[in-house]
């Protein structure tokens, strides 16, 4: 089978970034040819996606999208494997090309502002079904900026990807959440698949490494991510001092990540830190896979903050490489692979408070046989999230799409 990749960018950002950098080996191997379609080449500081050395890519960018789809259409591929582009006028034309499906990563097509959360009175995930209305909650409910012109064309933007998904031949997901939240918007059930799918074990580090017991009667909390209103470090901060006291520890929390709360984050574990003496709290920037890996190694517990209803939250599954249990808000995705008492614990979602974080964080530490019975369910949780067994599953999906129209 020919495999035409379909992305807006031919970078390895984000999570679809890393996804088809994992994929595309797996795809190969199998025995298929695959090549690249996509809009643009940035951001520039982000590595290319790797693709085989005889694999064909075109850039709308670089040749003009009639020279592009004309390379497209003359390669003949069998199927277009999806993954969102910037102008649903460009998806619209390559959808004549050949049959597609899509892999929703994220709220494509079914919110103006892509984080499905209402931001104000509190932060609370949205449940909405994607429509007209929806403009009449975006200023109130804070779901994105205050230009009307930007809401207009956001909109119109997610009506228009919305309208074209019904074009495809299937919708695939990676957790229950998604897919019925594609479901919910009018997709057909018998077309949108939950493939779920874990880290690939090639494209991560070293195999883990034992934990050892911490001598000082500190409790290794870790954060990984983007650091963004919306990933809870805020949240997570002011959780600490109840933690501290309940437990009767000392805590050490480490950010891995980097973003625009950082600076915030940062001011705020100072002025902490010298009201709270048992707290320590470091902030390492952005780290390499291996030093992220090394990380998890030596942490109790992984704590994923999320106040906006993550797709999946592919992190947390990295941690159960590791033996690591975490501690979340209930949102999205995250119910799918984490479940109270047998990997970790999750506070409730809507809304998110401090209050309810605390819970969850002491409540995997405060026994140590509770702990170690989250490590044995974390442990486990690896091998129900296979990466092989997505690709087969995949592959499946990219077969019976070829052949039978929708």
Known sequence: MRIAIVNWSNRRIGGTGTYLSAVLPYLQRAGHEVALWHEVETPSDYDEIPLPADAPRWSVNALGLDAALASLRGWNPSLLYAHGLLEPATERRVLDVAPAVFFAHNYYGTCISGTKTFKSPVVTPCARRFGWRCLAHYYPNRCGGWNPVTMARLYRQQRERLDLL??????????????????????????????????????????????????????????????????????????????????????????????????????????????????????????????????CAQSDLLVLPSLWPEPLALVGLEAARHRLPVAAFAVGGISDWLTSGENGFLAPGNPPTVEGLADAIVACLENPDTLARLREGAGRLSADFAFDRHVELLLRAFGEAAVHPH
């Open 166 to 295: 019904s074009r495809y031949r299937a919708i695939v997901t990676h957790s229950t959440h998604m897919q019925n939240e594609y479901i919910n918007h009018g997709l057909n059930a018998e077309r949108v698949f939950n493939v779920r799918y874990g880290p690939d074990p090639e494209s991560m580090g070293h195999a883990p490494l034992d934990r050892g017991e911490h001598e000082d009667r500190t409790w290794r909390l870790l954060f990984v991510g983007r650091m963004d209103p919306l990933k809870g470090g805020r949240e997570l901060l002011l959780a600490l001092p109840k933690v501290a006291t309940r437990l009767n520890r000392n805590i050490h929390l480490t950010f891995a990540g980097d973003g625009p709360q950082r600076s915030a984050w940062e001011a705020l574990a100072s002025r902490m830190r010298r009201g709270e003496p048992h707290l320590q709290i470091d902030f390492t920037g952005w780290i390499a896979r291996a030093a992220v890996d090394t990380l």
